[in-house]
């Protein structure tokens, strides 16, 4: 939020068939009124309305890019410096900028600070003649070794989100009044945006249960590409999503059926697969951009960024359904009664033999 401060930022805490589809996978209609009063915003709706301010970094070293040198305060433990740094190259994945430590001759700066008397944080917001941000993230509370999913983590790439030049997806500075007063939109949630302050069962179809994404989220990604472009060379050969991941990133491998992931693809290529194989739960996968899946006990808790195309999916050992796209999809479900749908309507009842679907 602008705290009162302009250029500033501050984050406080706080087995259905497919003619029946769980709300979380299916795509929302737009521009509607979404029965609490606020009208529903399109991913490209929200992403614009995210960086509505005209906050950026701009090209000072005429570099044809944005590279941005960062440096991490020596008061965060080993374990918590591994998280903020995590948390950077989410957001350069999905964005044409470049983060460098320690760097010289950038574009501008980012400079990390603990803040152990609280669990929020702060983060200032970039124009043309500011380039060095200020990000302040709360410790109190906080373990030396957080988890990606723990809301340090979340906090980190929030304030990132603000030296990028993000905003809150509402003009609110605090939880006073909550999603039903502050909410601009029916998707100002942490569903769809770790830049929002409200929880993301404000939204029917997702429930993290108190789990918080490690990555930029559907409008995330969608607002800051609207500012410096798409990152077209992050993941853009064969890759797997979840379990037996080849992501090299944490927040987008699971290898226990213990986690509850929350994260959103940004993929550019390849034949690609979305893996929830090691889960005993009931789940939706669904492999549309703009979707959610139900993955792990969670609800709405996986979502695919607008644009992009997985061909892939894999189910675990409930009683999953599946929905392919328009390309061709390779479609495996587990142990239990599986239902499979591909784009063109054919459902498919799968008990225990793999099935294939083109």
Not at 189 to 218: I, K
Not at 229 to 242: I, Q
């Amino acid at each position: 939020m602008l705290n009162g401060v302009v250029g500033a930022g501050r984050l406080r805490q706080n087995a259905s068939v497919f003619s029946k589809p769980n709300l979380s996978s299916a795509p929302a209609a737009y521009g509607y009124n979404a029965g609490n009063g606020k009208t529903s915003f399109s991913t490209e709706e929200a992403g614009k309305y995210i960086v509505r301010n005209g906050y950026r970094h701009y090209d000072h070293n005429n570099s044809q890019k944005i590279e941005l040198s960062f440096t991490i305060g020596t008061g965060f433990s080993a374990g918590q410096q591994a998280r903020i740094r995590q948390a950077l190259e989410a957001w350069q994945d999905v964005a044409n900028i470049t983060f460098k430590e320690h760097a010289t001759g950038t574009d501008g700066s980012l400079k990390f600070n603990k803040d152990p008397s609280h669990n929020g944080g702060f983060g200032s917001v970039p124009n043309r003649y500011s380039r060095d941000m200020s990000i302040i993230v709360g410790t109190k509370y906080v373990g030396d070794s957080p988890g990606k999913g723990d809301y340090f983590t979340f906090t980190a790439l929030h304030e990132i989100g603000h030296g990028l030049g993000l905003d809150h997806p509402g003009n609110y500075n605090s939880v006073v009044g909550g999603y039903e007063k502050n909410a601009h939109y029916a998707q100002d949630t942490r569903a769809r945006s770790v830049m929002s302050y409200w929880q993301e069962t404000n939204q029917p179809g997702h429930d993290f249960r108190w789990r918080y994404s490690p990555t930029p989220l559907l409008d995330d990604i969608t607002a800051v590409q609207h500012l410096y472009g798409p990152n077209k060379s992050t993941r853009n050969t064969d890759t797997v999503y979840g379990f037996n991941s080849n992501t090299q990133r944490d927040n987008l491998s699971l290898t226990s059926s213990t986690e509850a992931p929350v994260f959103c693809v940004w993929d550019t290529g390849g034949i690609d697969t979305l893996d929830f194989s090691g889960f005993r739960q009931r789940q939706v996968i669904n492999l549309n951009a703009e979707s959610f899946s139900d993955v792990g006990g969670l609800k709405g808790n996986v979502s695919i960024a607008k644009g992009v195309v997985l061909e892939n999916a894999i189910g675990g050992a409930g009683d999953d359904d599946l929905l392919g796209n328009e390309v061709g999809n390779r479609i495996k479900g587990g142990a239990g009664a599986d239902k499979l749908k591909g784009a063109v309507g054919r459902m498919f009842l799968f008990t225990t033999t793999p099935l294939i679907q083109r």
